[in-house]
């Protein structure tokens, strides 16, 4: 299983974090501090998380950011929200609440239906040619959307919705292997599949370990972002990174 990916300058944890439940307290800014010494290797954020808490959380427990982890974090959710004007205010924002004076990975949230693509990434592109982003990434997309992506500015990761039984961006994530891009999939622990409790008893793992695993071994540029705010979880979770499917158990749950 190969454990680490390329992130720009970081070579890091094929494991995440997400952190759309995290709010502002004394434990949770513990919590992420444990989580990088754990080892995560991206922790996934955005400007709307828990009413604008989770990026100064992070910001409280990290900065300056650690090179042993990559900070992403998303702007323009809402429609009209990927306007010039507002994302530009939102990634200030962003900066602001992390403590940094550059994200390492910034994700253009949602594709605005106000707004052409080209011109919310030209925003992004604009912090990119002033050292204040570092990679940029694009989230819940077609393969189109991130062709004309690419055609504003260099794409490093796709963060889309996908699972072991929600798998309706198969195309995206065997496009992004080809083209060299990291595949994010949000929700990774959503869904079941009959195999999956058998294959957990017999690996001595836990139903969402063998999740994980799947993910990992559907394509090697996928780094999961699973949620907790619980280090247990957390190591739980790293720990899918020394578990290889064999092929008969990949395909029983593919």
Excluded at 14 to 40: C, D, K, W
Excluded at 156 to 178: F, I, L, P, T
Excluded at 216 to 226: A, D, F, Y
Aim: include cysteine; glycine fraction near 8%.
């Amino acid at each position: 299983m190969q454990r680490t990916i390329t992130l720009g300058e970081h070579e890091v944890a094929r494991m995440g974090l997400g952190t759309n439940r995290l709010t502002n307290r004394p434990e949770n800014v513990a919590f992420i501090r444990s989580v990088v010494e754990a080892g995560i290797g991206v922790i996934d954020t955005a400007h709307l998380y828990t009413g604008g808490e989770s990026e100064p959380t992070i910001g409280d427990a990290l900065s300056p950011l650690p090179s042993s982890c990559v900070v992403a974090t998303k702007g323009g959710y809402r429609p009209g929200e990927g306007s010039p004007e507002i994302l530009r205010a939102q990634i200030e924002q962003s900066l602001a609440s992390l403590r940094t004076e550059r994200i390492p990975l910034y994700y253009l949230h949602r594709v605005d239906p106000e707004t052409p693509l080209e011109a919310s990434l030209g925003v992004i592109a604009e912090f990119v040619a002033a050292g204040r982003i570092g990679l940029v990434g694009v989230s819940e997309v077609s393969v189109e959307q991130i062709e004309r992506a690419r055609g504003v500015v260099p794409v490093a990761a796709v963060q889309n919705k996908y699972n072991v039984s929600e798998r309706q961006h198969d195309d995206v994530v065997d496009y992004c292997a080809r083209e060299g891009m990291v595949f994010v999939p949000y929700h990774p622990l959503h869904g079941d599949h009959a195999a999956m409790a058998s294959i957990a008893r017999s690996r001595d793992a836990t139903p969402k370990q063998i999740a994980l695993a799947w993910l990992l071994r559907r394509s090697p540029n996928v780094l999961p972002i699973p949620g907790t705010l619980s280090l247990d979880h957390a190591q739980e979770n790293l720990a899918a990174l020394d578990i290889e499917l064999t092929d008969e158990e990949f395909e029983a749950l593919s």
